[in-house]
Nanobody
Framework: VQLVESGGGSVQTGGSLRLSCKVS????????VGWFRQAPGKEREGVAS???????RYAESVKGRFTISKDNDKNTLSLQMNSLKPEDTGWYFC????????????????WGQGTQVTVS
């Protein structure tokens, strides 16, 4: 499975960004795809995930502001980020995993290279 993120950038507080992740390769064993982020000096944390059946999960810190979606026809995972805050700054990574818990996804071997988001 290969994952390639795009859409990061710099935005002011309160602004919006939309991240995309193109998924290719053999994804039959992946039940979940999702977004993680890592701020400087901090551990990587789960932001949002979506299961094969469409069930979504969000970190408490982004609920009501971020929306995860996937387009199965285009094999693309997206993250719409609204009302951005400085604490949303970091590298954002998409991942695909067999398991759907944050811990299981963090242990996955399938990650993109990341895209940087800066909110000032």
């Amino acid at each position: 499975v290969q994952l390639v993120e795009s859409g990061g950038g710099s935005v002011q507080t309160g602004g919006s960004l939309r991240l995309s992740c193109k998924v290719s390769g053999h994804s039959r064993g992946s039940n979940c795809v999702g977004w993680f982020r890592q701020a400087p000096g901090k551990e990587r944390e789960g932001v949002a995930s979506i299961e094969r059946d469409g069930e979504r999960r969000y970190a408490e810190s982004v609920k009501g502001r971020f929306t995860i979606s996937k387009d199965n026809d285009k094999n693309t995972l997206s993250l719409q980020m609204n009302s951005l805050k400085p604490e949303d700054t970091g590298w954002y990574f998409c991942a695909a995993a067999l398991g759907c818990s944050w811990v299981q996804m963090l242990g996955s071997r399938y990650w993109g290279q990341g895209t940087q988001v800066t909110v000032s």
